[in-house]
């Protein structure tokens, strides 16, 4: 059971260049998300797809875009990339607690993106 | 005013000892509450949910909220060093499909053998 499965790992890119985050989970969620951290700012949210065939923006969407693809695999693109794009980046999924109905997050291993 | 606030520590504990983490929140429509850690250069992990008033216990790890003062907790008994992490609290409101989550910075603990 693989859980969220986010590539690549790392890279680096120069500014200017473009690159796609892939994210794919295997827990039947309906709702993924994409998160960068930097330090001392927390979790922000870019993008995030509540269900299928649906994405909306975030806290800080500018500059990405993103594609839900099917209902496992959620992908995230810097057209033109920016040295402020420096970061972690984290995939994650959600699913419904049983016990109270909220949303618990499952998060990939992380994504750490370098722009020079 | 932050929606999540946190203390950045470092919070140093001695091995043993019961380590404290706060979390003050301002949207009083908030409804269900996380705590995750995350060891550094790893992904985030969900350790304890909190949805009412009171306390919730699990091992080594009771979830404390109270929602008229805005506040939940984490206390850590017994702390060992591999608890040793940032603990990030995270707030959620809304029921159904979309629920936004909003996270704190985080308090880095640290447990001194």
């Known amino acids: 059971n693989a859980g969220v499965t986010q590539t690549p790992k790392f890279q680096v890119l120069k500014t200017g260049q473009s690159m796609t985050l892939q994210c794919a989970q295997d827990m039947n969620h309906n709702s993924m998300y994409w998160y960068r951290q930097d330090p001392g700012m927390g979790l922000r949210l870019i993008y995030y797809?509540?269900?299928?065939?649906?994405?909306d923006k975030g806290e800080v969407p500018n500059g990405y875009n993103v594609s839900r693809l099917n209902k496992r695999e959620f992908s995230l693109r810097l057209e033109s990339a920016a040295p402020s794009q420096t970061s972690v980046y984290f995939c994650a999924s959600s699913g419904l607690a049983t016990s109270s109905g909220a949303n618990v997050l499952t998060f990939g291993a992380g994504s750490r993106l370098t722009v020079l | 005013q932050k929606e999540v606030e946190q203390n950045s520590g470092p919070l140093s504990v001695p091995e043993g000892a019961i380590a404290s983490l706060n979390c003050t929140y301002s949207?009083?429509?908030?409804?269900?509450f996380f705590w995750y850690r995350q060891y550094s250069g790893k992904s985030p992990e969900l350790i304890m949910s909190?949805?009412?008033?009171g306390d919730k216990e699990d091992g080594r790890f009771t979830a404390q909220l109270n929602k008229a003062s805005q506040y939940v907790s984490l206390l850590i008994r017994d702390s060992q060093p591999s608890d040793s992490a940032t603990y990030l609290c995270?707030?959620?409101?809304?029921?159904?499909?979309?629920?936004?989550?909003?996270f704190g910075t985080g308090t880095k603990l640290q447990v001194i053998p």
């Open positions: 909190i949805y009412s008033n």
């Open positions: 797809s509540a269900s299928e065939g649906t994405t």
């Open positions: 995270a707030v959620t409101r809304g029921s159904g499909g979309y629920q936004k989550v909003t």
């Open positions: 949207d009083r429509g908030s409804q269900s």
